[in-house]
T-cell receptor, first 111, second 110 residues
Framework: GENVEQHPSTLSVQEGDSAVIKCTYS??????FPWYKQELGKRPQLIID?????GEKKDQRIAVTLNKTAKHFSLHITETQPEDSAVYFC??????????FGTGTRLKVLA | DGGITQSPKYLFRKEGQNVTLSCEQN?????MYWYRQDPGQGLRLIYY???????QKGDIAEGYSVSREKKESFPLTVTSAQKNPTAFYLC?????????FGPGTRLTVL
């Protein structure tokens, strides 16, 4: 069935370093790939998204890349700050209103 | 996503009781969703509804029921048939491709 694999499950980086989280999806018909940030006890918040007709998208310190051939997409956070510490989820959708979420990555930014 | 509200924030249930979680949105979104999140886990889809008076089962619908009588409301009932209901429940609605989440309800079974 449809699934999204997300790695790593935990990631610790020093403040100022970069962080990369990777996801792989199974359904080649997927065409929309959002990333959410969830702080402890709070709702997931959309931080960036990418559609299948685009290879890369940037928003300040955050970027997402998509490799449709390999069915991979990745989140890149540069110049990490303590407030970037959270759980990050990727998801894949093919426009049927249904998202398939990854299992999440707990990012810790060490001051 | 400030236009999606869930109540209550915390809910305690005794075994054998049904409870209903509220989800309301004033964003005029057509599609609404319920997810369950267990500690350290991802989001699992319980039910979703694309239009009023229509809804579909997600991946873990057993022990849950929903209704969609109004566009702005999508309540979730956790029945006594759900054997392990303690979790964080998130409601979401969709504008285009993008899902926006409510603040969540934490349900604990005593």
């Amino acid at each position: 069935g449809e699934n999204v694999e997300q790695h790593p499950s935990t990631l610790s980086v020093q403040e100022g370093d970069s962080a990369v989280i990777k996801c792989t999806y199974s359904d080649s018909a997927s065409n929309y790939f959002p990333w959410y940030k969830q702080e402890l006890g709070k709702r997931p918040q959309l931080i960036i998204d990418i559609r299948s007709n685009v290879g890369e998208k940037k928003d300040q310190r955050i970027a997402v890349t998509l490799n449709k051939t390999a069915k991979h997409f990745s989140l890149h956070i540069t110049e990490t700050q303590p407030e970037d510490s959270a759980v990050y989820f990727c998801a894949a959708s093919k426009g049927t209103y249904k998202y398939i979420f990854g299992t999440g990555t707990r990012l810790k930014v060490l001051a | 996503d400030g236009g999606i509200t869930q109540s209550p924030k915390y809910l305690f249930r005794k075994e054998g009781q049904n409870v209903t979680l509220s989800c309301e949105q004033n964003l005029n979104h057509d599609a609404m969703y319920w997810y369950r999140q267990d500690p350290g886990q991802g989001l699992r889809l319980i039910y979703y509804s694309q239009i009023v008076n229509d809804f579909q089962k997600g991946d873990i619908a057993e022990g849950y029921s929903v209704s969609r009588e109004k566009k702005e409301s999508f309540p979730l009932t956790v029945t006594s048939a759900q054997k392990n209901p303690t979790a964080f429940y998130l409601c979401a609605s969709t504008q285009g491709d993008t899902q926006y989440f409510g603040p969540g309800t934490r349900l604990t079974v005593l």
